[in-house]
């Protein structure tokens, strides 16, 4: 009895002995130097979802501009798809039914892919056509008409149309902005996605400092797969995969065992598996998290007294479709 008693303190010792250690020692960092951070104390960096769709048509200039100028946001988070021609566009979904009015153009209810369509083409609609703003009002659906002669001008004059990544970088080069943008596409069209926005970070727009202020996400394992085998010198925020080990090796602190090589944790507020909900707003997911340099970001938080929560908890970055709404709980919260 003695010997197996002493054996199992001896296992018991190993065990805390273990568990000690891979929590002491340092674990590699996913990046030596993380943008996406904020300093202890120091406001959360917002993110304009879809551009702030709450308060603009979503993806277009007007929420852009809006959210850049207006509301001084930090990360525009956008969505991008690519079209027959091979154009990276500014779209939440695969097709585009719900944003423009392509059904009363073509006069067919069928749906409408981004893939179907050249970037000329697209220039065609009119992407806030079906916006409605808080109070309710379509403040653009009746803003020109599908046999309208110069339906494009107006479109482009109101910037509605649709907008190229090119065009985003373009027009935001000079700023400090940052982007979260997630490839929409999988396969062979979510590799050229790929591919053209190395280009664009790497070689057209490398003087204005786009690897250190682009992100890039996707929910597609072989997309994920080709970022890394390729473009691993790219910012990338965690799979859905690799976001759920982080949290169950947290959970269980063993966070020595984490080598994902993702540099944003994009997170909502809780998660269910296994018939159970997790709450994912804790100090020690952030803190595990900036131990290996992975800034922790908050999705898609519409909600003031939620975002006070999150400010105070040291988020990193909160998304938000009403930036708006965060620059009040801001305010409440006394920053300036």
């Not at 107006?154 to 649709?162: D, F, G, Q, T, W």
Request: charged letters at 30%.
């Amino acid at each position: 009895m003695k010997r197996k008693l002493k054996w199992m303190g001896f296992v018991l010792l190993a065990l805390v002995l273990f568990w000690t250690a891979i929590n002491i020692i340092p674990p590699r960092k996913a990046i030596a130097d993380n943008p996406f951070i904020i300093r202890e104390g120091q406001k959360p960096l917002v993110a304009a979802h879809r551009g702030g769709k709450d308060l603009n048509p979503e993806n277009t200039f007007k929420a852009f501009d809006a959210a850049v100028h207006e509301y001084k946001v930090d990360i525009l988070e956008l969505d991008l798809c690519l079209t027959k021609d091979d154009k990276l566009v500014a779209s939440h979904d695969l097709w585009i039914n719900d944003l423009c009015d392509v059904e009363e153009v073509t006069g067919k209810s069928e749906k409408y892919y981004v893939s179907e369509h050249t970037l000329e083409e697209l220039r065609e609609f009119n992407f806030g056509a079906k916006f409605t703003d808080r109070n309710g009002n379509s403040l653009y659906a009746d803003l020109v008409a599908p046999d309208t002669p110069n339906r494009r001008e107006i479109i482009s004059e109101n910037k509605l149309a649709v907008a190229t990544i090119d065009e985003i970088f373009e027009a935001y080069k000079e700023t400090d902005l940052k982007f979260i943008v997630e490839i929409k596409d999988s396969g062979e069209k979510g590799m050229v996605a790929a591919d053209i926005l190395n280009h664009l970070v790497t070689e057209t727009y490398k003087e204005y400092g786009m690897e250190r202020r682009v992100v890039i996400g996707t929910f597609h394992t072989e997309i994920e797969k080709y970022l890394k085998d390729n473009y691993g010198h790219l910012m990338r925020g965690g799979s859905v995969g690799e976001v759920q080990k982080f949290v169950l090796t947290q959970m269980f602190g063993v966070n020595l065992f984490d080598t994902s090589s993702f540099v944003c944790l994009q997170i909502p507020t809780e998660a269910e598996a296994f018939g159970l909900t997790f709450d994912l707003k804790k100090t020690t997911y952030i803190r595990r998290a900036h131990r290996r340099n992975i800034s922790v970001q908050y999705w898609t938080i519409n909600d003031k007294e939620e975002m006070k929560r999150l400010i105070k908890l040291g988020a990193d970055v909160i998304m938000t479709d009403n930036p708006e709404l965060f620059q009040e709980a801001l305010e409440e919260l006394g920053y300036q």
